[in-house]
């Protein structure tokens, strides 16, 4: 028997925007109710659009996790921003987000005006990690946000705290279509396991390493297959690329400690990730100035 169509039901897309670190995938990730989308506390941490799916009873909100909106200095630059600005007219709500503990800047505005050419898709503007701020500085924050444009709702919010993420959850929901839900299985995210365990790997190389670094790194899973003989093993063969030979010793580190490291927490990551014990081997090779290079750009998933 087929299951009638709840007509109050509401299904569909919500993307979060902002300049880069301003903790849009740390939200995501904290009304997903799990880690889809890596963190860290290095600008520009995201490069794709990994979506999340938020399951309710009475909806289904697919969030879209969009890499940080700048004035790019790099091919790979324009092609993040130029992600971003597409996905602003595929989605039924906008999230802008702002953080609490920030002044507002140029890069808001240069958003903020972005945003306003949108006509047709509701703007909520996101003031997150208000626990880093005092009530005071939230308050201030949430009237400067008023003034800089016009918005469907001004909600304040934290990640890391978990509040008023509901209300959030609410105020994008509100705005979706009713809909029969997208996603029937029940997954927190439609991302390729082999992104995922690549996010991973780039995520424990960006901790600790130097400011001019993370841009310059990029992780392709070349291959996860079952280890022959074994169910309860998995290998994953990954390349990291750098730009430069000096960067290649930086993460390499002494002695190749470093690189052991990052090895060690990917690992214990992609395991809770997949559920099964791994065997990563990891290498690492230069790719001279790829974030300038169209050629290099394709064969590291950076399409046009």
């Not at 190389?205 to 993370?214: A, C, F, H, M, T």
């Not at 063969?237 to 470093?258: N, T």
Request: with cysteine.
């Amino acid at each position: 028997m087929i299951e009638p169509i709840d007509k109050e039901f509401r299904a569909g897309f919500a993307c979060f925007v902002g300049r880069p670190n301003v903790g849009k995938s740390t939200l995501m990730n904290a009304l997903v109710g799990t880690k889809v989308a890596i963190t860290s506390s290095k600008p520009q941490t995201t490069r794709r659009a990994i979506r999340g799916i938020v399951h309710r009873p009475e909806a289904q909100l697919v969030i879209v996790d969009t890499p940080g909106l700048h004035r790019p200095r790099t091919l790979l630059g324009e092609r993040l921003d130029s992600l971003v600005l597409s996905t602003l007219t595929e989605v039924d709500v906008i999230g802008f987000c702002l953080p609490a503990n920030e002044p507002i800047g140029k890069g808001d505005r240069f958003i903020a005006e972005k945003l306003a050419a949108v006509k047709k898709t509701p703007v909520i503007a996101v003031v997150t990690k208000c626990d880093l701020a005092s009530r005071e500085q939230v308050a201030k924050q949430l009237m400067a946000v008023s003034q800089l444009s016009e918005f469907a709702e001004i909600v304040p919010v934290s990640a890391k705290a978990g509040e008023q993420l509901d209300i959030l959850g609410d105020l994008l929901i509100e705005r979706l279509p009713h809909s029969p839900p997208l996603y029937v299985g029940g997954e927190l995210t439609d991302e390729p396991e082999q992104v995922l365990v690549g996010e991973l790997i780039r995520e424990a190389v960006l901790e600790g390493v130097r400011d001019e670094l993370p841009h310059s790194i990029a992780v392709v899973v070349e291959e996860m297959k079952p280890r022959e003989g074994r169910d309860d093993l998995l290998d994953v063969y990954a390349f990291m690329f750098v730009e430069r030979p000096s960067q290649k010793a930086i993460v390499i580190g002494h002695q190749g400690e470093r690189l052991k490291d990052v090895g060690t927490r990917a690992r214990k990551q992609i395991e809770a990730l997949l559920g099964t014990r791994v065997y990563l081997d990891l290498r690492i090779k230069v790719a001279k100035d790829w974030q300038r290079d169209p050629k290099q750009l394709r064969r590291l998933g950076f399409y046009d």
